[in-house]
């Protein structure tokens, strides 16, 4: 399997395919849920990945609405996010050959829910803090720079610190 959990030969072969063509580089992820009028979680999308698909529920907090049953959507958010910094820090340290006993990530964010409740204008969301705890027998300063180039090429790095244009579209019928 490679490094780390990392399919290191597919990793190479995907390099030099999009190094061939760079338009190979860019994928599409849809998402298609519902709400649910009714009792129970408030939404529900299966989402098709590669390996399959799964069901996905999500509920609001009981303070802005909700049931509190399952992972509400901010959740869902910083989970993908941390998920996806942990995937770049261990994909990162393959790809150099670096092996990790033992990689853990906490994600943390502040929000403060005053404005949807229009009480404010405070910006929604503070910040978003990932912290990394990292066993290896590498060098410090190459974990350290395992961690800049995390920073720079991770996807959800990106998009949390990006302004990324937002389209919406509304259909009444």
Known sequence: MGLNNVNTEKLEATVKEFQKDLSKAKKVNKVEGDWNPGKGSQFRATVQFEGGKATLEADQPSFLGGGGTQPGPMIYCLYGSASCYAATF??????????????KIIAESSM??????????????????????????????KIKKLEDISKERCPAVYCLTN???????????
Do not use: C, H, R, Y
């Not at 829910?113 to 300063?141: H, M, R």
């Not at 302004?163 to 019928?173: R, S």
């Open 90 to 103: 261990a994909t990162m340290a393959a790809m150099e050959g670096i092996t990790l006993k033992k990689l």
């Open 112 to 141: 403060d829910f005053s404005k949807v409740f229009g009480l404010s204008d405070n910006p929604i969301a503070g910040k978003v803090k990932f912290t990394l705890f990292v066993e290896s027998d590498a060098p410090a300063e």
């Open 163 to 173: 302004a990324i244009p937002l389209e919406t579209e509304l259909k009444i019928g």
